[in-house]
């Protein structure tokens, strides 16, 4: 079985080296400074504790204050994984983070689709562009305040307001 | 006095109605002469908004839309979402339900990889009886997922915790005899393709990839694998019950574009060993677990989860993210078609106009979960 790094864990064994990158852990994920995500991540990729060669995932989630983007990492080696999250575009600003293309090449087509998607800029990506969509599309579809329900078969009456647009998070009501 | 011959480069757009594309994928390609120099890859012509529209549904009706991403390996992108939602949801799943679950998508894997198989022997030239070869097969895994669930490609056979439904006293016998008939056709591709000197000459030593720069992009699968690296899922990380088969994991270290069609028909063999198991240790019982344990309108606690499984093409992981409501907040499929298109202009630059369909037939996508 993969072993999954405890976040408060990896919390520690990453402030050995860089002890101003960690924002938060819990579970088995760690929260880190966007800032910092390039250092963090070459560290998780070359140091013989982590050897996190394979970076399986990276997507973002829209959670109205703030948008998270988050790397699940795979280690071959150690057959580990682990989870690392970071939180970016407080109060619906401009979302940025460091891109990590030149750390592993497999983030270029999903950095992208999530730029196209999310609408959170990869800052150094070599070709960012929107991927799915063409160029001059409005908006990013995934952001929970891109209206789909215009071309919805459900009369409006009916609809179902996301919890998350009417500020309820886990409202529970669905 | 030498004469040279003067040549140009020469863009040609390609797809996305291209017969050999697989679907509606698009490349901008730079030739000079016969060798490309320049690739680019367009994508989202069959962009669904997959991920959205899993938002405004319930978690058992997501179902559905994975059957839609790759639509070659259903069975196996339903138990890549369900171990997600159970894993989110902590539902522990019912014993048959999940041998039933490992069967449909053994037996996927064996369909999933005839198609890419005998597609990538029509793009070689061999136009037509290799494939109708592989199809015909495909077609009697096909008739035994109709038996199991009335559907052949879009099958929504799984449920949180284990299948909605028994597999009927029939299928047992109509599959032991599609089990018995596949090794020999298996061996008969073997015979008319594996040692065949013109496949050979096509395709060894064509798009060449190291184990280094696929690790480095996120490559997962038989390319994976065709490079000599053991890693495969359902062995290392084994969920379902994969800890209690044993199977081969087939390694080749070659890297090209016949190691990974090699890998792919020799993994076909390894998944009916796990079937013929699979068979030997399943018990009588509840294919899912209770109504008012897994209700049908999950309501998963907040949190969020990620599950992934060795689909036919590499890591198929879905991220689930729940606000304790009866939809997924967000969803998210680490899809592997996409991921493994990374390297492709690697692949191609430097290579032959006449290979370039073998070399992307190689990587064995699915437009469907490329773009979702």
Known sequence: MSKAWDGAKLADAIRESLPDAIVDAGGTDVWIKPDSVPDVMRLLRDDAEFRFELLSSVTAVDYISYFEVVYHLTSLTRNATAVVKSKVGFGREEACIPSVVDIWRGADLQEREVWDLMGIIFDGHPNHKRIMLWEGFPGHPLRKDFATYEQSIVPESERRVPSALAGEIGDGQG | MTTQVRTEPITVNLGPQHPSTHGVFRMRVTFDGEEIIDVEPIFGYLHRGSEKLAEERTYVQVVTLTDRMDYVGS??????????????????????????????????????????????????????????????????????????????????????????????????????????????????????????????????????????????????????????????????????????????????????????????????????????????????????????????????????????????????????????????????????????????????????????????????????????
């Not at chain 2, 902590?90 to 679950?101: C, N, S, T, Y």
Request: proline share 6%; aromatic share 8%; net charge negative.
């Open chain 2, 75 to 372: 069975m196996l992108n339903n138990q890549a979402y369900m171990l997600a939602v159970e894993k989110l949801a902590g539902v522990e799943p019912a014993p048959r339900g999940v041998w039933l679950r490992m069967i449909a998508s053994e037996l996927q894997r064996i369909a999933s990889h005839l198609v890419a198989v005998g597609f990538l022997i029509q793009d070689l030239g061999a136009w037509g009886t290799p494939l109708i070869y592989t199809m015909r097969e495909r077609e009697k895994i096909l008739d035994l997922f109709e038996m199991l669930c009335g559907a052949r490609i879009t099958n929504s056979y799984l449920r949180p915790g284990g299948v909605f439904m028994d597999a009927p006293e029939e299928f047992w016998p109509a599959m032991n005899e599609v089990l018995d008939e596949l090794p020999p056709r298996i061996d008969d591709l073997d015979d008319l393709l594996t040692d065949n000197d013109i496949i050979f000459s096509r395709t060894k030593g064509v798009s060449v990839l190291t184990p280094e720069q696929m690790l480095d992009a996120s490559i997962t699968g038989p390319m994976l694998r065709a490079a000599g690296v053991d890693w495969d899922l359902r062995h290392r990380d084994p969920y379902d019950y994969y800890d209690q088969v044993t199977f081969e994991r087939p390694l080749h270290t070659a890297g090209d574009n016949f190691a990974r069609y090699w890998v792919r028909v020799q993994e076909m063999r390894e998944s009916i060993k796990i079937i013929r198991q699979c068979e030997k240790l399943i018990e009588p019982g509840s294919v899912r677990p209770e109504h008012d344990d897994v209700p049908w309108l999950l309501r998963p606690p907040v949190g969020d989860a990620y599950a992934a499984i060795e689909h036919s093409k590499g890591e198929l992981g879905f991220y689930l993210v729940s606000d304790g409501s009866i939809s997924p907040y967000r969803c998210h499929v680490r899809a592997p078609s996409l991921i493994n298109l990374t390297l492709l202009r690697d692949m191609l630059v430097g290579e032959l106009l006449a290979d370039m369909f073998v070399s992307f037939g190689s990587v064995d996508i699915n437009m469907g979960e490329v773009d979702r």
